[in-house]
Structure formats: structure tokens, C-alpha cells
């Protein structure tokens, strides 16, 4: 194992921080756009469901079922 001298530890540091919040940026990022595609997936279950039984009920009453 060789000692470098401390200005290449220092800079070896520096670039190894600022690739690790680059990372950590990424994945912030990738996880915010997984909540808001849950959130908009959850909101078109519950919400779409609604509307499609309304749908299915308008339906059976123009044809007389209901």
C-alpha cells in the first residue's frame, strides 16, 4: 500500500463526495417520481373505479336492467 502524499487524498475525497451526492441526487430524484406515479396510480383506482361504476349503473338503467 503506498502513502500519497495528502493533496491527491484531498482530491480523491473531494471527487469521491461530490460522485456520492450526485448519486444520492439520482436516487432522490428517481424515488420522488415513484411516489408520485403511486400517488397517481392509487388516485386512478379509487377515483376510476367510481366513474366506471357510475358508468356501469347509467348503462343498466337506459337499458332497463336497473
Known amino acids: 500500500?503506498?502513502?500519497?502524499?495528502?493533496?491527491?487524498?484531498?482530491?480523491?475525497r473531494t471527487a469521491g463526495l461530490h460522485a456520492l451526492?450526485?448519486?444520492s441526487a439520482i436516487v432522490d430524484e428517481e424515488n420522488r417520481n415513484d411516489a408520485a406515479r403511486a400517488?397517481?396510480?392509487r388516485w386512478l383506482l379509487r377515483y376510476g373505479l367510481?366513474?366506471?361504476l357510475l358508468?356501469?349503473?347509467?348503462?343498466a338503467y337506459l337499458m332497463?336492467?336497473?
Open 55 to 59: 358508468v356501469m349503473a347509467v348503462l
Open 39 to 41: 400517488n397517481a396510480l
Open 21 to 23: 451526492k450526485k448519486i
Open 50 to 52: 367510481i366513474v366506471l
Open 64 to 66: 332497463g336492467v336497473y
Open 1 to 12: 500500500m503506498s502513502h500519497d502524499d495528502p493533496l491527491q487524498q484531498n482530491i480523491r
